[in-house]
């Protein structure tokens, strides 16, 4: 049984340095500090979060982000777009029907006139569908689903906790029949599991009937330390065979990717089956112009394949359109062009 324990965060928006590769955006909230749903290949149980005692069971609750949160609505300058979720805690985990964080914050973004980006895992957010049809229509919402596959036996064993991926397909397709913008973050594909042809085509052929607009396909990261233990002991416990493979594929790495042979041809093989589905890997979606304080932003870089990513919001009329591909480098410190 988890364990809430109250905390007083000092502030609730994350503001990043750069545009987030995958949310168009640089600026997120975080309401939970672990997760009950206790998915081993999280990378949230890495050292740098500093997530005390047992990730899924001790849950640290800002009770204080509402309060907070309006002061930093209140000062900002320049329309900014709001990633609601990810990072350390999936915000409509089982502690989120006690506390009600998560809504208490898109009741402030609807009020602010905010667009925002939700990412969860939970079935719960149907709670929330008309509040959320409320900010969509006022200022746009996408609301996207991390999925990595629809096996329930694997997800039993790597993701413990979270909901049924069925419920999740169903809860896409619910928020896009009433028009409003879904995704789905095919991850982690993870190695030799759930990485074949077969399973892919199983999620993608299912967003596909859900009506999503797009797929963002990214392998597991396995990050030296808690993270890599924790997957590893499982690895191990279920899939003893694979254990010699996956210290082939992730060797000593400070980004914790696999190696780039293994890499190149998992991504190409997501990606084709997403193009035959017609579904695109990359996402657009129009939101005021002036969004990020950026009316006109070209990223361009190279990841470790040598291909160009590429980041573009391009200014018209009274819109912005964004695109944003996968996947993006997240290398810190790459440079960027304006123009």
């Known amino acids: 049984m988890a364990q809430y324990i109250p905390i007083q965060a000092k502030s609730i928006l994350n503001r990043h340095r750069f545009i987030d590769d995958w949310t168009a955006g640089r600026t ?3 309401l939970y500090r672990g997760c009950e749903h206790a998915c081993v290949y999280c990378d949230g149980r890495t050292e740098k979060y500093q997530i005390e005692g047992d990730f899924g069971l001790e849950i640290r609750v800002k009770g204080n982000a509402p309060q907070l949160l309006r002061k930093e609505f209140g000062r900002i300058k320049e ?6 979720g990810g990072g350390v805690g999936d915000l409509y985990q089982p502690a989120e029907k006690e506390f009600q964080l998560t809504r208490k914050i898109l009741e402030l973004i609807l009020e602010f006139g905010l667009p925002c980006h939700i990412l969860t895992k939970s079935s ?3 709670r929330d569908f008309e509040l959320i049809k409320e900010i969509n229509k006022r200022s746009q919402a996408i ?5 990595s596959s629809l096996n329930e036996d694997t997800c039993r064993i790597f993701e413990p906790k979270a ?3 069925v419920e999740r397909i169903e809860a896409l397709r619910t928020f896009a029949k009433e028009g409003i913008p879904t995704g789905v973050w095919f ?3 993870i190695p030799y599991i759930c990485d074949d042809e077969k399973s892919i085509e199983q999620v993608v052929s299912a967003c596909s009937e859900a009506g999503v607009d797009f797929i963002l396909p990214a392998l597991m990261t396995l990050k030296e330390g808690w993270q890599k233990d924790c997957f590893m002991k499982v690895l ?9 493979i ?4 992730y060797r000593e790495n400070k980004w914790g990717a696999p190696e780039i042979e293994y890499s190149a041809i998992v991504e190409e093989r997501a990606r084709n089956i997403c193009h035959h589905y017609k579904i695109p890997t990359t996402a657009r979606r129009k939101f005021p112009v002036g969004f990020e304080g950026r009316p006109i932003l070209r990223i361009i870089s190279c990841g470790k394949d040598f291909q160009p990513r590429e980041l573009l919001i391009n200014r018209r009329g009274t819109s912005a359109d964004v695109y944003y591909s996968h996947p993006l480098p997240t290398i810190q410190g790459q440079g960027f062009s304006e123009g």
Request: charged share 10%.
């Open 236 to 244: 191990e416990a279920g899939f003893p065979d694979l254990v010699p």
């Open 143 to 147: 609301v996207s689903f991390s999925i």
């Open 187 to 189: 991850m982690p594909l």
């Open 28 to 30: 997120s909230i975080n």
């Open 124 to 126: 719960l957010i149907l």
């Open 163 to 165: 909901g049924p991926p």
């Open 79 to 84: 329309p900014i777009i709001i990633m609601v």
């Open 246 to 249: 996956y210290h082939k594929i």
